[in-house]
């Protein structure tokens, strides 16, 4: 295991509300610090800012047996076998845990369903010794249930808040700097310091938008680098879990433990990975480094990466792209010509908008064809093979449950899960499989590739998750690292919040674009923990 360079500003005491997982390690392996104390300061950080003063809602429930798991590490050192001993993490709740804790993802209809057996990435990270803190809140079902639910809320956990913005509310008490995509508690609670380091899911940007929007690093791998495995899926052909971390090594290290062929996801069989995913990263790996940056001042009507950003996210990509040229990267700027493509033909369908709270409820909003005819026949498959102590079978069985107790289930309606249950939910159905056909026709052969290709690129340059469309179609890797701040939302005025890059490449990239990511945070240092959360006490 490489170990990280030593921060300059680093001292004996661990500042949990900023310390990376690399020294929170350290400590461990040094005895400064037990599994038993860190897991009980994470907790009462959880109690003062996500249960007690601004009320950031970022954890859905806690592990029961957190700190009885922590006292079995306090004698355990992290080492090459298990490098993660005594770390205390928090997992998403769409995630299976074969423990006490239920695995909601954030629906009523599944308060109190357990899972039979452990999801293969919790059994990873429970081999490297980690300890499982408790469930992060997210968007219901991922964000598949609703058009227009807002990020971060579900009917069982409510609204998760920005740490940034904790306290903007907009109409009907949703914020209006938003947490990100489905995986903004595990985001939220990374930012805050209420964990070392987290896991999150995504099927299209819900792991790169929580991550911009709160100033932290993800990896959203290759589909079929990290094991699927009693997750609860949207659409098994982009679904991944990934890491969610404060500093680009940290999420390099937690990727080393998630990163395992596992025979119950047979998409696995062609995961390609180094031994280790901290070698080699370097302050210098961007020297030579071509990269596309997606915006041709002489194309600006096919701007569409670039081109609507407001004038401080223009300024701070254009910072952002002098300090790689800085560290010697060579910037390849050209228009992606595929953007139309992602959109159609055939890859969408419109679906009646019967949010209750939607300005546009009643006119037909759009849909990915291949998020809804997947979602049908993967959930069902989750609730028959891994779900248990719950009634619920079906997806049908919670359309039922939430129309039986709309007043506190449908706050925003469950119209995505209506049009996903009229498929057949065997994807036999010829629609299915022209569009995601053509999805990977064009972010696959039409986008990426033929992008990268014919601009012999290491990376895709995106602001923000403006890009995590059309790696996820491609069931391409991107890595997210913040790059600055911005203000302003929904025409109002607001104080700062983050803004992250995504550098975006090929199947099994990952270990290049993390070295092209470390480069560049180390040269911008452009992360900051949020305002108003200081330590509680010095560990």
Same mark, same amino acid.
């Given at each position: ?268 069989? %062609? ?7 901290? *070698? !080699? +990263? $370097? #302050?210098?790996? =961007? ?123 449908? %706050? ?7 049009? *996903? !249950? +009229? $498929? #057949?939910?065997? =994807? ?112």
């Amino acid at each position: 295991m490489n170990k990280p360079p030593r921060r300059a500003e680093a001292s004996p005491e661990l500042r949990l509300e900023d310390a990376p997982m690399s020294d929170i390690i350290a400590a461990l392996a040094g005895g400064r610090v037990t599994a038993t104390a860190l897991t009980k300061a994470y907790l009462a950080r959880i109690a003062a800012y996500d249960r007690g003063g601004p009320a950031l809602n970022s954890v859905r429930a806690l592990n029961p047996d957190a700190l009885a798991n922590a006292a079995k590490l306090d004698d355990v050192k992290p080492s090459a076998k298990r490098p993660l001993a005594g770390v205390p993490i928090l997992i998403k709740d769409n995630i299976a845990t074969s423990d006490q804790q239920p695995t909601t993802a954030g629906s009523l209809a599944l308060e109190g369903a357990r899972a039979k057996r452990d999801a293969t990435v919790v059994k990873l990270l429970r081999k490297a010794g980690a300890v499982i803190l408790g469930k992060a809140n997210l968007t219901e079902f991922a964000n598949i249930i609703a058009i227009e639910m807002p990020s971060g809320y579900s009917s069982l956990g409510g609204q998760v808040k920005n740490p940034f913005v904790p306290s903007l509310l907009g109409e009907h008490g949703i914020p209006v700097v938003d947490p990100g995509g489905s995986s903004s508690g595990s985001a939220v609670s990374v930012a805050a310091g209420l964990c070392a380091a987290s896991v999150g899911t995504e099927t299209s940007g819900s792991l790169l938008h929580p991550a911009s929007r709160n100033g932290i690093v993800t990896v959203k791998p290759t589909v079929g680098l990290i094991s699927r495995a009693g997750i609860m899926p949207i659409a098994h052909s982009q679904d991944t879990a990934g890491p969610m971390t404060r500093t680009v090594w940290d999420a390099a290290m937690l990727l080393n433990v998630l990163a395992a062929g596992d025979p119950r996801d047979p998409i696995t069989e %062609r995961l390609r990975r180094p031994v280790d995913y901290t *070698a !080699d +990263l $370097t #302050r210098d790996a =961007l020297k030579g480094a071509r990269i596309g940056v997606p915006s041709d001042p002489a194309d600006p009507l096919n701007d569409c990466y670039y081109g609507k950003l407001p004038p401080d996210g223009t300024k701070l990509m254009a910072d952002a792209i002098t300090v790689l040229q800085d560290l010697g990267a060579v910037i390849v700027r050209s228009s992606m010509p595929t953007r139309g493509w992602i959109a159609g033909p055939g890859v969408n369908m419109a679906v009646l908008n019967r949010n209750p709270l939607s300005r546009n409820k009643g006119n037909p909003g759009g849909a990915p064809i291949v998020f809804l005819y997947e979602l049908k026949h993967g959930l069902n498959l989750y609730l028959k093979e891994w779900a248990t102590n719950t009634g619920i079978k079906t997806m049908a069985d919670i359309i039922a449950f939430n129309a039986a107790n709309a007043k506190e289930a449908l %706050r925003f309606g469950q119209d995505l899960f209506l049009a *996903a !249950d +009229l $498929t #057949r939910g065997d =994807l036999s159905e010829r629609e299915y499989k022209s569009a995601r056909a053509m999805d990977l026709l064009a972010a696959r052969t039409h986008g990426m590739d033929a992008y990268m290709v014919n601009h012999k690129l290491d990376a895709v340059l995106f602001p923000g998750a403006t890009g995590a469309a059309i790696a996820a179609k491609a069931g391409y890797p991107s890595v997210m690292v913040p790059s600055g701040f911005v203000s302003g939302a929904d025409g109002k005025e607001t104080p700062d919040y983050p803004l992250g890059l995504t550098f975006a490449g090929r199947a099994w990239s990952e270990h290049k674009l993390l070295r092209l990511a470390y480069a560049y945070e180390q040269a911008s240092q452009m992360r900051k923990p949020p305002p108003g959360l200081p330590a509680l006490a010095q560990i």
